[in-house]
């Protein structure tokens, strides 16, 4: 059984087809651990810090999911706070290419109780694992602030 899932970005519709494979439920998809891909910053992140993340694929994310990813991290993504939606960060650019994504933000609000980096990730990676694509590496930089640090694992 197939069925299809519409999108609307920027005003355009698009459709994605997404194949049950036969006895392939839910269970039955390879989650992606954030814990062995990502690790928390080191420094502390504050208001007006600029980040890069990259992440890396086993296979190509096809144009679709590219298109979906890329309105996911520029607009629409928050996450719930105090019975809030918070959006923490201004994307400033984003880039990808067929086996990885690379974009960096400007972070407009920083939470001190949140890791908003970790839950932009998870849902990130929710997302592609529902479509059979493996996050093989994030990494995540800071690039400007009180301190620079690296936040990066390897999944193997």
């Known amino acids: 059984m197939n069925s299809i899932v519409y999108y609307a970005i920027e005003g355009k519709a698009f459709v994605r087809f997404v194949t049950k494979r036969r006895g392939v439920k839910m269970r039955d998809i390879i ?13 502390v992140i504050r208001t007006g810090d600029q980040i890069e993340i990259t992440l890396t694929f086993d296979q190509p994310i096809g144009e679709i999911n590219n298109r979906i990813i890329e309105q996911f991290f520029s607009a629409s993504w928050t996450y719930p706070f105090k019975r809030r939606y918070v959006r923490p960060f201004i994307q400033s650019s984003f880039t990808c290419e067929e086996y990885s994504i690379y974009t960096k933000f400007i972070i407009k609000k920083k939470n001190a109780e949140t890791d908003e980096i970790r839950l932009l990730l998870q849902d990130t990676l929710d997302f592609l694992n ?18 620079t640090g690296e936040g990066t694992k390897t999944g193997d």
Not at 130 to 145: A, L, P, Q
């Open 31 to 43: 989650w992606d651990d954030i814990d062995k891909l990502y690790s928390p910053q080191r420094t």
């Open 130 to 147: 529902t479509d059979y694509i493996s996050v093989k590496r994030i990494k995540v930089e800071v690039c400007s602030g009180y301190d």
